[in-house]
Structures are given as structure tokens and as C-alpha cells.
Nanobody
Framework: EEMVESGGGSVQAGDSLTLSCTGP????????MGWFRQAPGKGREFVGR????????DYADSVKDRFTMSRDNSKHIITLQMTDLKPEDTAVYYC???????????????WGQGTQVTVSS
């Protein structure tokens, strides 16, 4: 583990929540960053990715227009702003760092331990 997530919690549907993830200085801006999530009983899935300088982002269809990624390379941190949360967003959220801007989780080299997000209806 090289990344550390924070900011998870329990919220109501329609609420907003912001996750943060910090990592070693050497990964910023050398590595692209991604967020993934794993719901109970399901495999880990792609949520979003952000390029090395933060100029490009891409999201899964399920979160597009609701989630926003950003990064501050000077502070070695990335964030995931989540709005209009739905019960189906309930999952453990992971941040990851990879050399290339990819969707496939196998392309990411460094991972955090995950942070739980629970959305109640």
C-alpha cells in the first residue's frame, strides 16, 4: 500500500461526500490516478481517472455528471467529489496510481486500503 484514502462515511440518498487520497511525493505528477469501488458481493469496478497534471478526467457512466475528480500535485493529494449519492453507490472506494491513464485496474501499481461509503435511502 502506498496510498491512503479518507473521507468515507454514512450518508442519505441525495447527499454529497468528498473522498481524499494522499500518496508519496514521487507519484505526483509522475503517475496517473484512478478511483475504483467494490460493492458488497461484487467485483471492484472503475469509477474515474485523472491524468498526470489533472487536465483530463474520465468517468464511468454510472457516476458521470455526479462525481468529479481533481488533484493537487503540490500537496500530493487527489479528491473525489460525489454529489447526488444513491444507495447503489454504497461500496468501499479505493484510489490507485498507475503509470498510464487506464481503466483496467490491473494497470495500476499502487493502491490504498479503501474507505467505506454507505448511502441509505
Amino acid at each position: 500500500e502506498e496510498m491512503v484514502e479518507s473521507g468515507g462515511g454514512s450518508v442519505q440518498a441525495g447527499d454529497s461526500l468528498t473522498l481524499s487520497c494522499t500518496g508519496p511525493e514521487r507519484l505526483f505528477p509522475a503517475y496517473a490516478m484512478g478511483w475504483f469501488r467494490q460493492a458488497p458481493g461484487k467485483g471492484r469496478e472503475f469509477v474515474g481517472r485523472i491524468s498526470w497534471t489533472g487536465g483530463s478526467t474520465d468517468y464511468a457512466d454510472s457516476v458521470k455528471d455526479r462525481f468529479t475528480m481533481s488533484r493537487d500535485n503540490s500537496k500530493h493529494i487527489i479528491t473525489l467529489q460525489m454529489t447526488d449519492l444513491k444507495p447503489e453507490d454504497t461500496a468501499v472506494y479505493y484510489c490507485a496510481a498507475g503509470r498510464f491513464l487506464r481503466v483496467d485496474q490491473t494497470d495500476y501499481d499502487y493502491w490504498g486500503q479503501g474507505t467505506q461509503v454507505t448511502v441509505s435511502s
